[in-house]
C-alpha cells in the first residue's frame, strides 16, 4: 500500500455524506423489490441481490445496516425497517446451531439496537431493552455450544501457552468439529456480550461454562493456528499470513494442517479471511481495555491476553498493507494463481477489471476497520509511529472504497460497494458478458461493513461517541479498566 499521511477524517466528510445518501437508496430498493421468501441475500447478480444456500449467515448485515442507517442520518424510516425484521426474521438466527456466524447476525441487529437505546437514540423501553439482552445472551450460549477441545498448544508452534488456562478449543465452522474459520474471530463479540450482560451457559448436569474463557480460548487458537508469525511453522510462514481453515484431529485434540474453503490454498491468503482477523483482533483489544483485572486474572492475566491479542493484530495488519497494492484494495487471495500475469500489480492502483484475477472490495471494507481501530488502540498507548501508520493506511482504504469505481452510483444496482467477491474456487460470482472474471457486483457483509467504517469515521469527525459493538451495552468494569472514548493525537 502507498499509505496517505496527510489524509484526515474530515477530509472524507463529502464522501462520507454521499455514500449514506448512496446507502439509503439501496436499502430501499433492496426493501421494494426483494424476495425474502427465497431466504436471506447473499450477493448481487447483474445488480440484483439474491441468495445462495450454504448458510444462513447474511441475514442480521441487512437489517443491520438499517440500522446503521438511521444511527447516520436520523431517519426513523430505517430504524423502524431494522426493528421491524429484526423482529420478524432475525429469531431462528438465535437458536441456529449449525453456525458459526451469531456475531455477524444478531450483534449486527439486536446488538446495535441495544446500543442505540443504551446511548439514547431511541426511546427506552424495559421490555424491549430485555428482548435485545435476552437475544445476545442466548446467542452468544448457542454459539459457545460449538466447541471442540484442542491440546494446549505444541512446543513446535513456538507460542507460549498461559500459565493458568484451564484448557484450549474453539468454536468450531459449520465444516464440522474439525474445523476451526478464521472469520470466526469476528463472532466472538456475541460471546464476550453474553458474557457481559450475567449470561450463565448451563451444559449437561447443569456444568456452568464461563462465556469469557470459551472467548478468549477461540481467541487464543485464532491467533496460535489461523495467524503465521514467521517463526518456521511451515515452508510459507510468513508474518502476518492467515490460514482461512485450520484442520483439527477430533480424536486426540493435535492441530493437523492449515486449508481453505474460499481461498485458493491452506498455504496461501484468502484476504477476506485476513481482513476478519484484522477486524476482530483489534476489536477485541478495544473491548478488553473495559474490562476488570481480576476478571482476566484467571485466563492469564491482561498482559498475557493482550499480548497475543495485539501480535496477531499487528501481524495480520503489517501483511495486509505489505501485500495490497497501492490504493489499499486488495486481491482475492495473495497467492492467486494468475497474479503474475499482472506483472507489478502491488506497485499500482488495484485493476478490478482485468482479466486474470478479481479484486475483492468487501476485504478492503472490513480490513480498513481493523487498521483504524488498531491505530487507535496504539495512539491510545502512547505508540504514536505504529498507530499513525496503521490509521492513516485505514483512512486510504476508506479513501478509495468510497468513490468509483467501487461506490455504486448506478440507482438501479442494489449493490453499495462494487467488486465484491464471495467464493472464487466455487465460480458463484458473476462475470459480465464480455469479461473473463467476477466483477461489478455486491456481497450483503461488503455493503454493511462499508456501513460501519462510515458510521466509525463519522462520529470521530462529529466528535460523537466512539463507535464500538458493545458501546453502552454494559457498564464500564472498575479496576484496570478504562472508558474507551479516545481522543485521536492526528
Request: one cysteine or more.
Amino acid at each position: 500500500m502507498q499509505i496517505n499521511y496527510s489524509l484526515q477524517p474530515t477530509d472524507l466528510s463529502a464522501k462520507i455524506d454521499q455514500f449514506w445518501k448512496l446507502s439509503g437508496q439501496k436499502i430501499r430498493l433492496i426493501e421494494k423489490d426483494y424476495d425474502v421468501s427465497k431466504g436471506s441475500p447473499v450477493f448481487t447478480v447483474q445488480g440484483k441481490y439474491t441468495t445462495r444456500g450454504w448458510t444462513e449467515w447474511t441475514q442480521g448485515f441487512q437489517f443491520g445496516s438499517s440500522i446503521l442507517q438511521f444511527d447516520a442520518t436520523n431517519d426513523n424510516e430505517f430504524l423502524e425497517i431494522g426493528r421491524q425484521k429484526t423482529l420478524a426474521r432475525m429469531a431462528p438466527h438465535i437458536s441456529h446451531i449449525g453456525v458459526h456466524d451469531h456475531g455477524f447476525n444478531n450483534v449486527s441487529t439486536y446488538g446495535n439496537l441495544l446500543r442505540l437505546m443504551n446511548e439514547g437514540r431511541i426511546p427506552t423501553n424495559d421490555w424491549e431493552k430485555n428482548f435485545y439482552e435476552l437475544a445476545l445472551k442466548l446467542s452468544g450460549a448457542v454459539q459457545a455450544s460449538r466447541w471442540t477441545t484442542i491440546k494446549h498448544n505444541q512446543s513446535e508452534n513456538k507460542i507460549p501457552t498461559s500459565p493458568t488456562s484451564a484448557g484450549a478449543g474453539f468454536i468450531s465452522s459449520f465444516n464440522g468439529p474439525h474445523s476451526l474459520f478464521v472469520d470466526t474471530i469476528r463472532s466472538c463479540r456475541v460471546l464476550v456480550l453474553s458474557h457481559a450482560l450475567g449470561h450463565i451457559f448451563q451444559s449437561e448436569g447443569d456444568a456452568k461454562i464461563n462465556l469469557l474463557e470459551r472467548a478468549l480460548q477461540h481467541i487464543k487458537a485464532t491467533a496460535d493456528y489461523s495467524v503465521f508469525y514467521g517463526e518456521g511453522r511451515d515452508s510459507y510462514d510468513l508474518w502476518g499470513r492467515t490460514a482461512h481453515e485450520s484442520i483439527f484431529n477430533v480424536k486426540d485434540g493435535n492441530f493437523r494442517c492449515p486449508n481453505s474453503q474460499q481461498g485458493y490454498s491452506g498455504f496461501t491468503t484468502w484476504t477476506r479471511g485476513l481482513a476478519w482477523a484484522m477486524c476482530g483482533f483489534s476489536e477485541e483489544l478495544e473491548w478488553l481495555a473495559t474490562r476488570n483485572d481480576t476478571e482476566l486474572d484467571p485466563f492469564g492475566g491482561r498482559n498475557y491476553i493482550e499480548a497475543f491479542m495485539l501480535k496477531a493484530a499487528t501481524a495480520t495488519c503489517d501483511f495486509y498493507i505489505e501485500n495490497t497494492p497501492t490504493d489499499g484494495v486488495p486481491y482475492w487471495d495473495t497467492g492467486a494463481p494468475n497474479l503474475y500475469r499482472l506483472g507489478d500489480y502491488l506497485n499500482r492502483p488495484a485493476d478490478p477489471y482485468n482479466e486474470f484475477e478479481p479484486v475483492d472490495s468487501s476485504a478492503a471494507a472490513i480490513g480498513a476497520q481493523g487498521l483504524l481501530r488498531l491505530g487507535t488502540y496504539l495512539l491510545q498507548k502512547g505508540n504514536a509511529e505504529a498507530g499513525r501508520r496503521y490509521y492513516q493506511a485505514g483512512l486510504t482504504v476508506v479513501d478509495t472504497l468510497f468513490d468509483e469505481p467501487y461506490l455504486s452510483t448506478n440507482p438501479a444496482h442494489q449493490g453499495l460497494i462494487l467488486h465484491s467477491i464471495y467464493h472464487q474456487p466455487n465460480g458463484w460470482d458473476y462475470v459480465p458478458t464480455g469479461h473473463k472474471i467476477a466483477n461489478g457486483e455486491s456481497s450483503m457483509w461488503g455493503d454493511y461493513h462499508a456501513r460501519e467504517v462510515a458510521l466509525y469515521l463519522q462520529r470521530i469527525i462529529r466528535n460523537e461517541p466512539y463507535y464500538t459493538f458493545f458501546n453502552r451495552i454494559v457498564e464500564l468494569q472498575t479496576a484496570g479498566a478504562t472508558a474507551f472514548q479516545p481522543s485521536l493525537p492526528l
